[in-house]
């Protein structure tokens, strides 16, 4: 509904509609998202989609589970957007083809829910069918609103897999997929100085309130870059009506950054903030293939939420730690 909408798997998370044990289906490509939850959570296209919705049925292919474990610590300024684009950064944009891609470990069940759906959501960059996180107690309490009764799901103990990957994070700081591929990846120390022109801080990766509330830590009291455009787009008005109640956006706003309604907006090149030609743009979303937020000319570099409104900040790619 109008004024209470939002981008639909995000939607599909925070009503809790979806459950663990449950097989989700989105005509979208970011629904593995849901599988933050314990949900076997895909997209398909718009055909299957029509088929689904008249015969309440569906043809899938078991795909293989490919397990992504990671341990550590986290440096400064670092987080699930970091760690999801090392992990792409090494397995390449096809490194999960069709796959499930079962994420565990310490740093993982240390996550908070915003920080899993960033893990699940970006599986489609490595080529994945689905992404998932065992469910638990965290889960519970995300999905208690719901009423629908709770079931743990965690892999069995001899559970097999096709290949597992192990990453140490311990102190690890943040991470940049350059244009024009999520897996072109550098340290942020090895880009910082890159001009831009738009800093844009959306998308159903990374436009939740935890984000919102990085954000405006970094932006209090300051202002953003003259001549930079720093747009703001929350994943859904809920979390846009949590951001106006704890004064999130008086602070965006009197740094000079704008807002716009919860919608996909410039991260598929739609409407609200599309990039001209030539223009650089850092960005907190998923995807930054030529042509995908705007003109085929324009330069996307993918960051987190600190990176993102660091650069802001400065006018250029900006290590976070250092602001």
């Known amino acids: 509904d109008v004024g209470d909408h939002g981008i639909i798997h995000q939607l599909i998370a925070e009503r809790g509609y979806a459950h663990p044990w449950q097989l989700v ?103 994945a069918k689905v992404g998932m996180v065992a469910a638990d107690h965290k889960t519970k309490e995300y999905l208690a609103h719901s009423g629908y009764p709770f079931k743990a799901i965690d892999s069995d103990e001899d559970a097999s897999f096709a290949k597992t990957h192990t990453f140490e994070v311990d102190g690890m700081g943040p991470q940049v997929a350059c244009p024009s591929n999520p897996a072109n990846l550098k340290a942020v120390e090895d880009v910082a100085g890159t001009r831009i022109d738009v800093a844009f801080l959306g998308s159903c990766t990374n436009a939740r309130i935890e984000d919102l509330r990085i954000a405006a830590k970094l932006l209090k009291g300051e202002r953003v870059a003259p001549g930079v455009r720093f747009q703001i787009t929350p994943a859904s008005q809920m979390i846009y009506r949590q951001a106006l109640k704890e004064g999130l956006v008086d602070i965006f706003m009197d740094a000079g950054a704008t807002f716009t309604s919860s919608t996909c907006g410039p991260c598929f090149g739609g409407h609200m903030g599309t990039l001209a030609g030539d223009e650089v743009c850092i960005s907190s979303t998923n995807r930054n293939y030529p042509g995908r937020m705007g003109s085929p000319t324009a330069q996307v570099y993918l960051a987190s939420p600190w990176t993102v409104t660091a650069s802001a900040i400065h006018g250029e790619i900006t290590d976070p730690r250092k602001v």
């Not at 989105?26 to 895909?42: K, L, P, Q």
């Not at 078991?62 to 474990?69: I, Y």
């Not at 300024?77 to 470990?105: H, M, N, P, Q």
């Open 25 to 127: 289906i989105g005509s979208d490509s970011h629904t593995n998202m849901v599988g933050a939850v314990g949900a076997f959570a895909a997209g398909i296209g718009a055909t299957d989609t029509a088929a689904v919705m008249a015969t309440g049925r569906l043809w899938l292919r078991v795909p293989e589970t490919l397990r992504v474990d990671i341990h550590g610590k986290l440096g400064k300024c670092t987080g699930a957007k970091d760690v999801i684009l090392k992990v792409i950064g090494t397995t390449g944009d096809d490194g999960a083809r069709y796959a499930a891609v079962e994420f565990s470990g310490p740093t993982v069940k240390g996550f908070p829910m915003d920080e899993r759906f960033v893990l699940c959501n970006m599986t489609t960059e490595m080529g």
